[in-house]
C-alpha cells in the first residue's frame, strides 16, 4: 500500500501546516521551513560592465573598480573571475554565418611553469561576406603540431564544417593533409613568406649577395600575384636558385614556394571563392590575447580570459583579397 501524505522525518507522525511557509510534527511539535534559507554572505551579482571594461575597453583592473577603493587587489581580481566564470556559462559559443564558409587558422604559444602552451585559434568567413567570426578557442599542452590541429579542426560542429569549403592558414606542417583530408582548397599566408623574405633580403643588414637577393625577392613576388607569366617567372627563379653563390635560406624558401606555388595562388585559380591571401584577421585577435594574457599564471585562467574575449569580440573585419594585374 502507498502513503498518500509525507510523515515528519523526527518522529513519523502526522505534519501539520504552522504558517505560510513552516511545516509542524504532530508529536513532537517540532516545526521546519519548507524551503530553507540560504545561509551566509549573499554574493555580488556578477557585472557585464566590469568585462567590458577590462576586455574591450582596455582598461586596467583598478581603474575600472575604481569607484570601491576598499577593495583589495585579490578581490578584484576574484570579481573579475567570476563576472567571467559567469559570462561564459550563461552564453553560448559564437554562432557561424550562413552559406559556404572559408575557414581560418592559426596558433600562437605560452609558457607557464617551464612547459609550453599552445592556444589554437579559428574563425569562419562567408565566401561572399567582409566579416570573420571567431570559434571557441582551444588550449592544448605542447607545441603546434599536426596531430593537434587535426583533432581541433574534427571538433568543429558538422554544421559548421560540411559547409566549409577553402582554409587559409601560414604553412604550418600538415597543413596541407588537413585541407586534402576534407577536400577543401587551400591559401597560405603572403604576410609570413613576405616576413621570412624580408629578413633574408639583406638591404640594412648589408649581407652579401644582395643584388641577387633583391632580384629573387621580386620574382617571388611576381609569382604570387602574376596570371598570364608565371612559367616565366618559375624558370627565372630556378635558374636564381641553381647559382653557386645562391644564399641558403633564400634557397630553401625558393624550394618551398615552387613546391607549394599553386596553394599560394589559390585565391588567383578561385575567384568565386573570394579567399583573402593572409591570416591578418586572426593575427589581430592574437595581439589582443596576447597582451590580456602578459600577466596571467595558470593555462585556465588564459583560457577563461580568451573565451570571453572571443564570445564578446565576436567578429573581426576580413575582406577578400582584390587582384591588381601586374
Known amino acids: 500500500m502507498y502513503t498518500l501524505h509525507e ?25 521546519w521551513r519548507v524551503w530553507p534559507k540560504k545561509r551566509g554572505v549573499k554574493p555580488s551579482r556578477p557585472r557585464r560592465n566590469l568585462l567590458k571594461k577590462v576586455l574591450v575597453e582596455k582598461q586596467s583592473l583598478f581603474s575600472a573598480t575604481l569607484n570601491r577603493r576598499q577593495l583589495s587587489e585579490a578581490a578584484r581580481s576574484i570579481r573579475l573571475r567570476r ?5 561564459v556559462s550563461s552564453t553560448s559559443p559564437n554562432r557561424a554565418p550562413p552559406g559556404k564558409l572559408i575557414l581560418l587558422i592559426d596558433a600562437l604559444w605560452f609558457r607557464f611553469k617551464k612547459e609550453r602552451w599552445a592556444m589554437y585559434l579559428m574563425a569562419v568567413r562567408p565566401v561572399n561576406g567582409r566579416r570573420a567570426t571567431f570559434l571557441d578557442p582551444v588550449l592544448l599542452n605542447g607545441r603546434e603540431n599536426y596531430e593537434d590541429w587535426s583533432q581541433v579542426v574534427g571538433a568543429i560542429p558538422e554544421r559548421t564544417k560540411n559547409r566549409i569549403v577553402a582554409m587559409v592558414s601560414d604553412g604550418f606542417r600538415g597543413s596541407s593533409r588537413i585541407a586534402r583530408s ?40 611576381k609569382i604570387l600575384a602574376t596570371k598570364t607569366h608565371l612559367a616565366q617567372y ?31 595562388r589559390s585565391y588567383l585559380n578561385f575567384p568565386n571563392l573570394n579567399l583573402p591571401n593572409t591570416t591578418n584577421s586572426v593575427e589581430s585577435m592574437n595581439k589582443i590575447i596576447r597582451s590580456h594574457g602578459r600577466h596571467l599564471r595558470t593555462p585556465n585562467s588564459l583560457l577563461l ?22
Open 83 to 87: 563576472s567571467m566564470e559567469y559570462f
Open 305 to 326: 580570459r580568451s573565451i570571453c574575449i572571443i564570445r564578446m569580440r565576436k567578429t573581426i573585419a576580413c575582406k577578400p583579397k582584390i587582384f591588381q594585374p601586374n
Open 234 to 264: 618559375l624558370n627565372e627563379l630556378i635558374q636564381l636558385l641553381n647559382r653557386r653563390d645562391c644564399p641558403r635560406r633564400l634557397q630553401a624558401i625558393g624550394v618551398e614556394l615552387i613546391r607549394h606555388h599553386q596553394e599560394f
Open 182 to 221: 576534407y577536400k577543401w582548397i587551400l591559401q597560405r599566408c603572403h604576410f609570413h613568406l613576405f616576413s621570412q623574405l624580408q629578413v633574408n633580403r639583406g638591404r640594412w643588414k648589408k649581407l652579401p649577395n644582395l643584388k641577387l637577393r633583391e632580384q629573387m625577392c621580386e620574382t617571388m613576388k
Open 7 to 31: 510523515n515528519s522525518t523526527c518522529c513519523q507522525a502526522k505534519i501539520y501546516k504552522f504558517g505560510s511557509k513552516r511545516r509542524q510534527c504532530s508529536f513532537c511539535k517540532k516545526t
